[in-house]
């Protein structure tokens, strides 16, 4: 049973505009949540993280929303690049499982000139 | 810049040989991790270790084993090589703290002829 799960498998957005990632996630027991952006044969890369006990990050161009109730959280990219151009994953981790992330599918984020 | 290093990042080998992959990290991280990852789908986490000489299976059965016999090394081993084994393999370690990134080496891409 799949505990992260990213619906969308690819994206595409104009240079300039808001890039949005969704991620849903089934374990209530998860505490802490995190974005990775990967480029082919690269290993992934930490982009922000969000805590359970908040409902917003910040970071420069990217912020996470997280709504606990609706065990969903998503990635807002804004402006978009084309160097966002990459696989976005979502992982998520619960304290009292040692903090072990579990990762979704990915989303394939394309963004054009 | 995250400082774990994998080796090699690329391997073709023929069926049945036993193969290590190498995986070390310089930032005194207690917490490593194996993933690996098939094109397009999420990363399975296969194994980890929180310490010298503790080492656990993840999520997702594997034919591989690993060791930790020093923090900074954790290599994994497979006895006999086959093509199911194809794959990427993602190297990660972390912090002792619950809620922290991992950090992800460049990968190793197997190939199994």
């Known amino acids: 049973d799949q505990q992260v799960k990213q619906n969308s498998p690819s994206l595409s957005v104009q240079e300039g505009r808001i890039s949005i990632l969704n991620c849903d996630y089934t374990?209530?027991?998860?505490?802490?949540f995190l974005w990775y952006k990967k480029y082919p044969a690269e290993g992934p890369t930490f982009l922000i993280s969000?805590?359970?006990?908040?409902d917003k990050n910040e970071d420069g161009r990217f912020t996470v929303f997280l709504n606990k109730s609706a065990k969903h959280l998503s990635l807002h990219i804004v402006p978009s690049q084309p160097g966002d151009s990459a696989v976005y994953f979502c992982?998520?981790?619960?304290?009292?499982?040692?903090?072990?992330?579990?990762f979704g599918q990915g989303t394939e984020l394309s963004v054009k000139p | 810049e995250a400082d774990i290093y994998q080796t090699p990042r690329y391997l073709v080998i023929g069926t049945g040989k036993k193969i290590t992959l190498e995986c070390s990290q310089t930032m005194g991280h207690d917490k490593m991790y194996w993933y690996q990852q098939d094109p397009g789908m999420e990363l399975h986490l296969i194994h980890y270790s929180y310490g010298v000489n503790s080492t656990e299976k993840g999520d997702l059965s594997s034919e591989s084993t690993v060791s930790r016999i020093r923090t900074e090394h954790f290599p994994l081993t497979l006895e006999s090589a086959r093509p199911s084994h194809t794959s990427q393999y993602l190297c990660?370690?972390?912090?002792?703290?619950?809620?922290?990134?991992?950090?992800f080496g460049q990968g190793t891409r197997l190939t199994v002829v």
């Open positions: 990660a370690s972390s912090s002792q703290n619950l809620n922290t990134e991992a950090f």
């Open positions: 992982a998520a981790s619960a304290g009292n499982q040692g903090g072990k992330l579990i």
């Open positions: 374990n209530s027991m998860f505490d802490y």
């Open positions: 969000i805590s359970s006990i908040k």
